[in-house]
């Protein structure tokens, strides 16, 4: 099944993301979008030859390529931005299996296209109902013309964390901090271990050999960094940063080997940044209510959004806001890009780690009310937006019901939320609370209602 949403297109590699697929959005897209278009991958096995397939299409339409190479999701947008191009495509599946594909397009402001943006381009494609044969009237041939190599795209993402006078490089430099990195074998291996390296950190790399496949699951969930844990604690390491394998999101191990949860590192960054410089910020429905804790600290005005990484960058252009995004380890920092991006989140923790007193992230996280967050997701095909709000409404009927993206109930002292995925044929329930056993019983109650609603069992 081709998934298709705000997140641009995912599915199966060996099954809907095909080649001839690729060509037929790269060309929409060029069609769209005239001008150079920037090009990248993320090392996923066949994402190099969807690549090529995306180029060809922006080729046949007329377009020309900067082909970055195998890069981070938002080295893209930063090279989209800071060169003026026409727009950007990245072949990734972001935290997916290893098994999908996908496409993610840029536009010429260096961040994904809005929803309006996306469907004129599915529209485009579908207005096409063959793959065209041979190349369209007025179109050019691939060629050494139509092709532009950048070699070192994630030298300038590098330079452009490293220049945010929000991230303490004399500090980090100074504490010599030993940190491992976990890059799940794919993009983040480009850019972490070189940025943290640049900021005067001892590395220890773990899985950063993108000519292997995934050896961990994609998502840089707890319960995925088992090896990272051991590492830190074998290295006397003061930390273990992972990514997922575009790189956008960045999860923290502390120094004793534990997960901290990615909803911490958001909170960790958020608070560096505010300690230097007050402003809005902007965080989704679904993130810890640790950023209304940092809100009413600092005195600042907080804003939610639906999910989607474009719906939180959208808010926090029109509120000016100087931190925001996603409690899925995703950060975002105007300085650098307009996006999530795993190398600004490991460059403010590891700033936030140089100035605090014991160096630990431990103390960092302490520094924060714990709740108690419980992620599930559930494959039911037949779920609804309209049948899963409807099943929260009954299940939950004492809470305050928020609509802006599928069903949110809230409480003084806990929440719950559930929607349709979009990026996954999944349904998504999270709940967060001050007590363990309540985000649990949240939980079970919601996946209970949700899924007889659906018809499950």
Sequence with gaps: MLIRSVSGVRGLTAGEVTPDLARRYGGAFAAQTPGDIAVGWDSRSGGDVLKDAVAAGIIEAGGRVVDVGLVPTPTVGVIVRRHELAGGVVITASHNPEEYNGLKFFSRRGVFLDGEEVARLFAAVDAVVEAP?????????????NVRRMDDAVGEHVALVLASPLVNVPAV?????????DCVNAAGSVILPRLLRELGCEVVELYTDTSLGFPRGAEPIAEHLEALSHTVVAESAVAGFACDPDADR???????????????????AARVVLEIRRGPIVANMSTSRMMDDLAQEFEVPIH?????EINVVAKMEEVGAVVGGEGNGGVILPDVHMGRDSATAAALVASGMAMGESGAVSELAARFTHYFSVKKKLKLDSATREGIVEAMRKAFPGGELDLTDGAKIAWPDRWIHARMSGTEPVVRVIAEAAREDDSNRLIEEAISAVTSAAGGA
Excluded: K, M, W, Y
């Excluded at 044969?133 to 013309?145: D, K, Q």
């Design 173 to 181: 430099s100074a504490a010599r901090l030993r940190i491992v990195v």
């Design 304 to 308: 939610r959004t639906p999910i989607g």
């Design 133 to 145: 044969v041979g190349t369209p009237r007025g179109a050019r041939e691939p060629g050494a013309s």
């Design 250 to 268: 960045l999860a923290v191990v502390d120094e004793r080997g534990t997960p901290i949860g990615e909803e911490f590192t958001l909170a960790i």
